[in-house]
């Protein structure tokens, strides 16, 4: 089988809904950071999104572009964070 063949892009789009308020004074300022597992059993920041100031319900407009490999377990993770 062709190495390329059997891969594709995935491109993701990012939202979150009703997240915790982590800010006093006002509201939190998300990100989300993209991390996938290495065959070494590692997890490896891929990408971020761009934070959003004061947003609890955000609309991220960074989209993660990953391969898709078929018949093959990926295994990728999302942290949301508070910027401050």
């Keep these: 089988m062709?190495?390329?063949s059997d891969r594709e892009k995935v491109e993701l789009f990012i939202s979150c809904r009703s997240l915790k308020n982590m800010d006093?004074?006002?509201k939190s300022d998300p990100q989300v950071i993209l991390q996938v597992k290495t065959p070494s059993n590692q997890w490896r920041e891929y990408a971020r999104t761009e934070m959003i100031k004061d947003n609890l319900n955000p609309n991220f407009t960074k989209t993660f572009q990953l391969d898709y490999i078929f018949e093959?377990?990926?295994?990728?993770r999302f942290d949301c964070i508070d910027i401050d």
């Design 2 to 4: 062709d190495y390329q």
């Design 72 to 76: 093959t377990q990926q295994h990728i």
């Design 24 to 26: 006093v004074f006002s």
